[in-house]
């Protein structure tokens, strides 16, 4: 068990929280939400001992042990399977069949657990990780956006995996239906402040929000009652007869408690820049594509697709298979061995990359960096676009180098935004964002007039929003004219 004790924190004069009060019980699940920059990787750093809280107390119960799942990549051994099992104490030496097994589970043959670590895509390199953490078998599990850079079988794997956890977790995600799938509680930092209750993320959000209604009706009834005192003081405290009530009833205002209006939040507000397209023909049309960084070993095979206005093409499959290649092909940034495709004339693409993110310039302001799409574009329309991506006012000023990967790929959405397009690219876009950020986006996404192919490894995002497909899927490439529902109902995965 877990006791937070008037835990408080602030940088640089800012408060992040403050007398933060509640437990951790045994068994619970709780699912940690908050906007970003509410203080949830803080929170997480402090349980772990990575920074000191200003003042409270964090009380374990004792040999309770914590496993974070690390993000930060580095490896020191020369095979999966010796990395994974680097963490086993002497006394455990024997049980490298726990480490296979949890490897198997995140999709790792018997061959593949005997390669070096460092072979393998970012998203494997996770897994690894997550290998690591599952195998120290802690009483709490720390996950902070765990599904990033994961494809949906490992996914499916880790919820269920999750699912039957019998000891504590604390899970950050920006997949709500990840998250409410699993939890048993929800922690809300909300204002500074934590609430938790037994619950998913809507019941929560729904309480705050009725209770804030609540709370602004009763200020705005309580401030109209203030006026009419106040007034009725202005208008009798010189008569004599009422002079000694008038000064009563000052006196009880001075002393009431007042409701401070509440401070609006910062919500991410956008749609994409849509360029006309009225063109019967498709926007691009690829012919009998085939690619692979090694001859012997292509990534796809005479894949044919036309892209149409409406279109919401989702890539889906495993990791390490090619679905971010192909956008990449399609977006010049590869050639392909043979085959083809064109763009029609007036198709203009908006790509979001899971890397483009490292390619924005550290020097630079949110502002400058926003502004370097085009120096001819006013600063009363950057401004906009700034705000829009939550960077008002002076925040538009910090530099790229500070930013977390959040704001990173809200600063990535501000630039596409800037250029009407009718095609838009998308690698993994919800990643490092938040859970209103990530239904912001869906919204977007949904709604955009134009054509969309996207590669996304969310279910609840792929329900929504696929009305194509390109499945990458038991050794082959291929195309779905359906939604995902329809797919997993008619067809199914054939890789498990």
Not at 199 to 224: A, D, L, M
Not at 461 to 485: E, P, Q
Request: aromatic letters at 8%.
């Amino acid at each position: 068990m877990i006791r937070i004790q008037d835990l408080s924190i602030s940088f640089d004069g800012k408060k992040i929280f403050s007398d933060v009060n509640f437990h951790i019980n045994p068994k619970e699940k709780i699912g940690l939400i908050g906007r970003n920059g509410s203080g949830k990787s803080t929170f997480l750093k402090i349980l772990l001992n990575k920074i000191e809280q200003d003042s409270g107390l964090i009380e374990l119960s004792k040999n309770y042990k914590i496993g974070f799942l690390e993000q930060h990549i580095k490896f020191t051994h020369n095979t999966i399977i010796d990395e994974v099992c680097s963490i086993l104490s002497e006394d455990r030496e024997y049980e490298v069949w726990k480490g296979e097994k949890i490897l198997n589970g995140l999709g790792f043959s018997d061959d593949e657990m005997l390669q070096n670590p460092q072979l393998f895509s970012g998203g494997f390199q996770v897994k690894i990780n997550l290998a690591k953490l599952l195998l120290l078998e802690p009483n709490l599990l720390l996950l902070d956006e765990p599904t990033n850079y994961l494809d949906i079988h490992s996914i499916r794997w880790l919820k269920k995996f999750l699912i039957d956890w019998k000891d504590e977790i604390i899970l950050i995600t920006h997949d709500r239906a990840f998250m409410d799938s699993i939890i048993s509680h929800t922690l809300n930092i909300h204002r500074e402040n934590f609430r938790k209750i037994s619950g998913n993320t809507k019941k929560i959000k729904e309480q705050i929000n009725q209770e804030e209604v609540i709370y602004e009706k009763t200020r705005i009834n309580q401030q109209k009652q203030r006026q009419k005192t106040q007034e009725w003081i202005d208008r009798f405290k010189a008569k004599a007869t009422l002079a000694s009530r008038a000064q009563s009833k000052a006196k009880m205002l001075e002393k009431q408690e007042v409701n401070i209006k509440l401070s609006d939040i910062s919500n991410l507000d956008f749609k994409f820049n849509y360029s006309k397209y009225q063109s019967k023909e498709s926007l691009l049309n690829a012919k009998e594509l085939s690619f692979g960084y090694d001859i012997d070993k292509l990534l796809l095979k005479n894949l044919s697709i036309k892209v149409n206005k409406g279109d919401k093409i989702c890539i889906i499959g495993k990791n390490g298979k090619g679905k971010s290649t192909l956008l990449k092909l399609l977006h010049n940034e590869l050639n392909p061995i043979s085959g083809s495709f064109t763009k029609h004339e007036k198709t203009k693409i908006g790509y979001f990359g899971q890397m483009n993110i490292d390619r924005l310039n550290s020097t630079n302001t949110i502002y400058q960096e926003i502004q370097s799409v085009d120096q001819h574009i006013t600063e009363t329309l950057v401004r906009r676009t700034c705000a829009h991506m939550m960077f008002s006012g002076d925040l538009a000023d910090k530099k790229i180098s500070v930013l977390s990967g959040g704001e990173k790929s809200r600063v990535m959405l501000g630039k596409i935004l800037l250029n009407p397009v009718n095609l838009l690219f998308l690698d993994e876009p919800t990643n490092h964002l938040d859970m209103e950020s990530t239904e912001t986006l869906m919204n977007a996404v949904k709604i955009f007039e134009g054509a969309v192919m996207m590669v996304s490894h969310d279910e609840y995002f792929l329900n929504k929003i696929a009305n194509k497909l390109i499945i990458y899927d038991h050794g082959k490439v291929f195309h779905y004219n359906g939604t995902y529902k329809e797919f997993i109902k008619n067809v199914g995965w054939k890789d498990i």
